[in-house]
């Protein structure tokens, strides 16, 4: 999978144009990057949802612009055919535009990722706009954004009622206007998402939101039960459960440790007798 040529905005527009839906996951450091390049995914989100699943936070707001940025740098070393987005961590992009950009510029040479991600809808409308005149590709993201989560008064769904759903539309087509080349939908519901997808020209990537969606994305630990045992999400299908595996194994070393059945002589080295 390594030899495919790399994805670029261009590419993942004609995704949409031909049908052909996109993969995308969430990917934060080299080999589970590596592991994704080779199963064949097409799009790899350095997400701010590191914040909850590596780094143990409640929320994704205490991350960083480092936390980003160091992430990041750790996948792009991996992935060198897949599309490459990172997430510009809260309140980054929302003070003057020259803040943003310097942000911005700092992901993009120190991380080396091929676009960023950032929420909101109209209110960041001129804000994607300027990162987007100055060279760099923007995905935007609607409907649950987990950076404004504390606002919104929880993981809710989106788009439950007709003010809610002609806000995401608006904001949507926002998006566009400002040259976003394509619009993360999460926790939206399904006949609004399917309708928003059909009224853009750039792609939708969904995450619980509708099979009509352009593309959808999940995060890692979640589609492979990877980290602590948590509460089932109705978004989420999970594909393998290696968290499982993983402490069974654990569990297997410590106990050969404490009944001394590791190591064995395999596993150690022999020299000359050194004593006299």
């Known amino acids: ?23 995308m996951i969430t990917a934060y450091d080299f080999p589970s990057a590596i592991l994704a390049q080779e199963a064949g995914i097409d799009v790899i989100l350095v997400g701010d949802s590191l914040g909850n699943v590596v780094l143990g936070y409640e929320t994704t707001v205490p991350v960083t612009l480092d936390d980003i940025i160091y992430h990041t740098r750790a996948v792009t070393r991996a992935a060198t055919s897949c ?8 309140m980054t992009y929302h003070g003057s535009i020259d803040t943003t950009l310097a942000n911005v510029g700092r992901l993009m040479r120190e991380g080396l990722p091929q676009s960023v991600k950032m929420e909101g809808g109209k209110e960041i409308a001129a804000t994607v706009a300027a990162c987007v005149q100055a060279g760099v590709p923007v995905m935007g993201h609607l409907g649950l954004t987990p950076q404004s989560v504390n606002q919104i008064g929880g993981y809710l769904v989106q788009g439950k009622n007709s003010a809610q759903a002609q806000k995401l539309i608006e904001d949507a087509k926002a998006l566009e206007q400002a040259g976003a080349y394509a619009i993360v939908l999460e926790l939206v519901t399904e006949s609004l998402a399917a309708y928003i997808t059909e009224q853009l020209s750039i792609p ?5 939101a509708s099979a009509s969606c352009d593309g959808q994305v999940l995060v890692f630990h979640d589609l492979l039960q990877y980290g602590a045992e948590s509460q089932p999400k109705k978004m989420v299908k999970t594909y393998a459960n290696i968290g499982n595996e993983i402490r069974k194994g654990i569990s297997a070393y410590v106990q050969d440790v404490k009944s001394r059945q590791f190591p064995q002589k395999e596993h150690v080295f022999q020299s000359e007798d050194w004593r006299d």
């Open 204 to 208: 939708t990537i969904g995450i619980g």
């Open 1 to 23: 999978m390594g030899s495919r040529k790399p994805l670029t905005t261009i590419k993942l527009k004609k995704m949409k144009q031909d049908g052909v839906p996109i993969s």
């Open 83 to 90: 599309f490459v987005v990172a997430d510009m961590p809260f």
